[in-house]
C-alpha cells in the first residue's frame, strides 16, 4: 500500500509539472485546506458517516480531495469507488485524470456513460461489483437504470461531484436507500440543500475555501444588450475582449443559451476571426464509433462529423483557440489557461450556472476577463444579472437578484 501511495505522489508531481500546476522545481504540495478535507472525509468514514458533504469553490483542488479519499477507500475495503458526474465529458477528464494519477500501480480506473459500447461497460459493471476496479467513473445515466444499481450498492464509497448540477427528483432521488457512503461535493450546494438536507449530508460537511495558488481576480464586464438582440449582435459587444485575447493566444469560451445555435455561432465566430472553432453541447457524438451507434436515433447532431472528444482536443492542444458550448463547460470542465469567457443571453442563467461558468477561466497567474451579455429578457428587473460583483480571497463572487432554473444542456 505504500509503494502504491509514493508512485501516486510521484504521478502528481509529474502532472503537475506538464499542466503548469507548479513552477520548475517547484514541489507540488496540497493545501492546507486539502489536507484538513481529506482528514475530516477519512474520519467521516470512519465514524460510519452515510452521506458527507464537501463544499469547495471552483478551483479548490475538489477533484484532488476526491481522488486521495476514493483511493483511501478502495485500499481499504477492496470495493470500488465511483465517481459520479453531471456529463460525459466531465466523466472522460475525471477518467484521464484519476489514469494519470494511477498510472504504474497496478489499479484500473473504467467509464461507464452512453459514449463507452454497451458490451464494454456490462463488463466494466461486472468488474467493479467484483471490485476489480479501483475507480468507475459514470455519468448522472448510472443513477437510472437498474442495471447500475448492484454496483452502487457494493461500492466501497459513491462521490457525487458537482452535486448541484444533477436534478434532486431525477437524479439523486436514486441514491436514495443506496448502502454504500456517500460523498457529495459541490460549489454551490444550496441548489440541492431540500435532498442534502433529507440524507443528513448538510450537517456532516467540510468546507474548502483556499485555493491552490494565487491568482489574479477574473474582471467581470457586464454589458447591456438591447430586448430580443440576437447572440451575433451580442458577440459583436465583446469584440474587443476577443481580439485581445486572440492576440495574447489565450483560450476563449464563448457561450449559448441553447444548443441549437452552437453550430451557427460556431461558423459565425470562424469567418469573423479567421481561426478554426470548436464546439461543444449534449447532443453531440462522443466518439466516431459512438456517431455510429447512433445512427438512425432522434439525436440531430449524432451523424455529424464532429466528435465531443475532437473538438475538446482541439481547444486543449492549440493556440488561441476558442469554443461555442452549452453550460457544459460549467460543470467542472478544466482546460488550462483558458482566460475568457463570453456568456450571451447571460440572464437566462441562473446564480449558480453564471458563477460555475466564471469559474473556468482564470486559473493562474494570467488576466482572465468575463464578459456576461445581458438584458435581452422581457422582465429586466427580474434578470438574474442584477447584482453586484466582489473579490474575496482572489476569485470573483458574485451576488445576484434573482434565480432561475437549470438550462438543458
Same mark, same amino acid.
Given at each position: 500500500?505504500?509503494?502504491?501511495?509514493?508512485?501516486?505522489?510521484?504521478?502528481?508531481?509529474?502532472?503537475?509539472?506538464?499542466?503548469?500546476? *507548479?513552477?520548475? !522545481?517547484?514541489?507540488?504540495?496540497?493545501?492546507?485546506?486539502?489536507? /484538513?478535507?481529506?482528514?475530516?472525509?477519512?474520519?467521516?468514514?470512519?465514524?460510519?458517516? @452515510?452521506?458527507?458533504?464537501?463544499?469547495?469553490?471552483?478551483?479548490?483542488?475538489?477533484?484532488?480531495?476526491?481522488?486521495?479519499?476514493?483511493?483511501?477507500?478502495?485500499?481499504?475495503?477492496?470495493?470500488?469507488? %465511483?465517481?459520479?458526474?453531471?456529463?460525459?465529458?466531465?466523466?472522460?477528464? #475525471?477518467?484521464?485524470?484519476? $489514469?494519470?494519477?494511477?498510472?504504474? =500501480?497496478? /489499479?484500473?480506473?473504467?467509464? /461507464?456513460?452512453?459514449?463507452?459500447?454497451?458490451?464494454?461497460?456490462?463488463?466494466? %459493471?461486472?468488474?467493479?461489483?467484483?471490485?476489480? *476496479?479501483?475507480?468507475?467513473? !459514470?455519468?448522472?445515466?448510472?443513477? #437510472?437504470?437498474?442495471?447500475?444499481?448492484?454496483?452502487?450498492?457494493?461500492?466501497?464509497?459513491?462521490?457525487?461531484?458537482?452535486? &448541484? @448540477?444533477?436534478?434532486?427528483?431525477?437524479?439523486?432521488?436514486?441514491?436514495?436507500?443506496?448502502?454504500?457512503?456517500?460523498?457529495?461535493?459541490?460549489?454551490?450546494?444550496? @441548489?440541492?440543500?431540500?435532498?442534502?438536507?433529507?440524507? !443528513?449530508?448538510?450537517?456532516?460537511?467540510?468546507?474548502?475555501? =483556499?485555493?491552490?495558488?494565487?491568482?489574479?481576480?477574473?474582471?467581470?464586464?457586464?454589458?447591456?444588450?438591447?430586448?430580443?438582440?440576437?447572440?451575433?449582435?451580442? /458577440?459583436?459587444?465583446?469584440?474587443?475582449?476577443?481580439?485581445? #485575447?486572440?492576440?495574447?493566444?489565450?483560450? %476563449?469560451?464563448?457561450?449559448?443559451?441553447?444548443?441549437?445555435?452552437?453550430?451557427?455561432?460556431?461558423?459565425?465566430?470562424?469567418?469573423?476571426?479567421?481561426?478554426?472553432?470548436?464546439?461543444?453541447?449534449?447532443?453531440?457524438?462522443?466518439?466516431?464509433?459512438?456517431?455510429?451507434?447512433?445512427?438512425?436515433?432522434?439525436?440531430?447532431?449524432?451523424?455529424?462529423?464532429?466528435?465531443?472528444?475532437?473538438?475538446?482536443?482541439?481547444?486543449?492542444? &492549440?493556440?488561441? $483557440?476558442?469554443?461555442?458550448?452549452?453550460?457544459?463547460?460549467?460543470?467542472?470542465?478544466?482546460?488550462?489557461?483558458?482566460?475568457?469567457?463570453?456568456?450571451?443571453?447571460?440572464?437566462?442563467?441562473?446564480?449558480?450556472?453564471?458563477?460555475?461558468?466564471?469559474?473556468?477561466?482564470?486559473?493562474?497567474?494570467?488576466?482572465?476577463? @468575463?464578459?456576461?451579455?445581458?438584458?435581452?429578457?422581457?422582465?429586466?428587473?427580474?434578470?438574474?444579472?442584477?447584482?453586484?460583483? =466582489?473579490?474575496?480571497?482572489?476569485?470573483?463572487?458574485?451576488?445576484?437578484?434573482?434565480?432561475?432554473?437549470?438550462?438543458?444542456?
Amino acid at each position: 500500500m505504500a509503494e502504491i501511495w509514493e508512485r501516486v505522489e510521484q504521478n502528481c508531481q509529474e502532472t503537475a509539472e506538464q499542466q503548469d500546476l *507548479v513552477e520548475p !522545481g517547484e514541489t507540488f504540495t496540497l493545501t492546507r485546506d486539502q489536507s /484538513l478535507a481529506i482528514d475530516a472525509m477519512n474520519g467521516f468514514l470512519r465514524e460510519n458517516r @452515510a452521506r458527507m458533504l464537501l463544499v469547495a469553490p471552483t478551483g479548490a483542488g475538489k477533484t484532488e480531495v476526491e481522488m486521495r479519499v476514493g483511493l483511501g477507500s478502495y485500499l481499504a475495503t477492496m470495493r470500488t469507488t %465511483i465517481i459520479l458526474v453531471p456529463t460525459r465529458d466531465l466523466s472522460r477528464q #475525471h477518467f484521464q485524470y484519476l $489514469s494519470d494519477r494511477l498510472q504504474g =500501480t497496478g /489499479l484500473r480506473v473504467c467509464e /461507464l456513460h452512453g459514449g463507452v459500447p454497451p458490451g464494454q461497460r456490462r463488463r466494466d %459493471i461486472d468488474a467493479a461489483v467484483q471490485g476489480h *476496479v479501483a475507480f468507475a467513473v !459514470g455519468s448522472a445515466m448510472v443513477l #437510472h437504470s437498474r442495471n447500475y444499481r448492484g454496483m452502487l450498492d457494493e461500492a466501497g464509497l459513491i462521490i457525487v461531484d458537482d452535486a &448541484n @448540477a444533477f436534478d434532486e427528483r431525477q437524479d439523486l432521488s436514486h441514491l436514495r436507500g443506496v448502502r454504500a457512503p456517500c460523498l457529495f461535493a459541490s460549489a454551490t450546494p444550496s @441548489a440541492v440543500g431540500g435532498f442534502l438536507k433529507s440524507e !443528513g449530508a448538510w450537517n456532516t460537511r467540510f468546507e474548502m475555501k =483556499t485555493m491552490p495558488f494565487d491568482s489574479p481576480a477574473t474582471e467581470i464586464h457586464k454589458v447591456e444588450a438591447a430586448f430580443g438582440e440576437n447572440v451575433f449582435s451580442q /458577440l459583436d459587444r465583446a469584440e474587443h475582449l476577443v481580439k485581445q #485575447h486572440l492576440e495574447n493566444r489565450s483560450r %476563449i469560451y464563448v457561450i449559448s443559451r441553447t444548443r441549437a445555435k452552437v453550430p451557427t455561432m460556431k461558423l459565425y465566430l470562424e469567418d469573423r476571426y479567421k481561426i478554426s472553432v470548436s464546439m461543444l453541447h449534449g447532443e453531440m457524438a462522443d466518439t466516431k464509433e459512438h456517431s455510429t451507434r447512433q445512427r438512425g436515433t432522434k439525436s440531430v447532431w449524432a451523424t455529424g462529423p464532429e466528435t465531443r472528444t475532437e473538438m475538446m482536443r482541439n481547444f486543449k492542444y &492549440n493556440l488561441p $483557440s476558442m469554443m461555442v458550448a452549452t453550460n457544459l463547460v460549467g460543470s467542472g470542465l478544466d482546460i488550462p489557461m483558458a482566460d475568457l469567457i463570453v456568456i450571451t443571453d447571460a440572464d437566462h442563467f441562473s446564480e449558480s450556472e453564471i458563477e460555475q461558468l466564471v469559474g473556468r477561466v482564470g486559473r493562474r497567474q494570467h488576466r482572465s476577463d @468575463a464578459a456576461l451579455i445581458s438584458g435581452t429578457v422581457v422582465n429586466r428587473e427580474a434578470s438574474s444579472m442584477r447584482g453586484k460583483t =466582489t473579490v474575496k480571497n482572489g476569485r470573483v463572487v458574485m451576488t445576484f437578484g434573482s434565480s432561475r432554473g437549470r438550462r438543458r444542456r
